[in-house]
């Protein structure tokens, strides 16, 4: 399902982000990106969501080659993708229901599809009743959970997490986690990058360690 084959990341003006990277990710796997800060976590993600395109090698996402994509094509590449930020990037000027709405309404779909698919979401994080809230007033953990539901309305294969965990104290990250995991059980693929891997011991996960730009382990946590 995604390939990396031998891919360096050179950004102008800087040192290598990656360098000669190659794994791959089945189908409904769940998959850490583990690393120190500056590792190129954050780079690789944006390489697997076509957000960036490698310097040298081979992205494969569904047999396609990122590379050679053309530029009108990759949004409709990227509707594959849900993304989670560590930051949220959520909109402080429009409700829980709004925020999840965004990304439908970006695709096309509007009023009775469109809310039955919002409140589904809101009711997998646990946010059902609480559509009208502005985030503002939500905690560190239920804004994260509020980010996960815009990630997943449109109904994502690949889910990408960035550090979602990072801000957040041990129980509200585990309760993340398991959503992650809730996901990936139903045939998401589910992708994270965080510094500890937290809770990867309790499942049979894919784990890549990633040290200066270089994937130094590819293992299975058991």
């Keep these: 399902m995604i390939t990396f084959d031998q891919v360096t990341k050179r950004y102008p003006g800087s040192h290598e982000a990656l360098t000669n990277v190659s794994f791959s990710i089945e189908r409904g796997e769940m998959v850490y990106v583990t690393g120190h800060s500056g590792a190129g976590k954050s780079t690789l993600l944006k390489l697997i969501a076509t957000i960036e395109r490698p310097t040298n ?109 990072g801000n957040l104290d041990r129980n509200y990250a585990e309760d993340i986690i398991a959503l992650f995991k809730a996901f990936q059980q139903v045939g998401v693929t589910v992708i994270i990058a965080t510094h500890d891997a937290l809770g990867n011991a309790n499942h049979q996960n894919k784990v890549l360690h990633l040290n200066q730009g270089r994937l130094t382990n590819v293992e299975v946590a058991l």
């Design 57 to 165: 090698g081979t992205v494969l996402i569904n047999n396609q080659n990122v590379s050679k994509l053309k530029e009108s094509t990759l949004p409709f590449m990227r509707r594959q993708f849900g993304m989670v930020f560590q930051d949220h990037k959520l909109l402080y000027d429009r409700n829980c229901y709004h925020n999840v709405a965004l990304p439908l309404a970006i695709n096309g779909i509007t009023g009775q599809e469109a809310g039955k698919r919002i409140r589904a979401a809101l009711d997998k994080v646990g946010l059902l009743n609480k559509e009208k809230v502005m985030p503002i007033t939500l905690s560190g953990g239920e804004q994260q959970r509020l980010a996960i539901a815009r990630a997943v309305v449109s109904r994502p294969s690949i889910l990408i997490a960035d550090e979602p965990t």
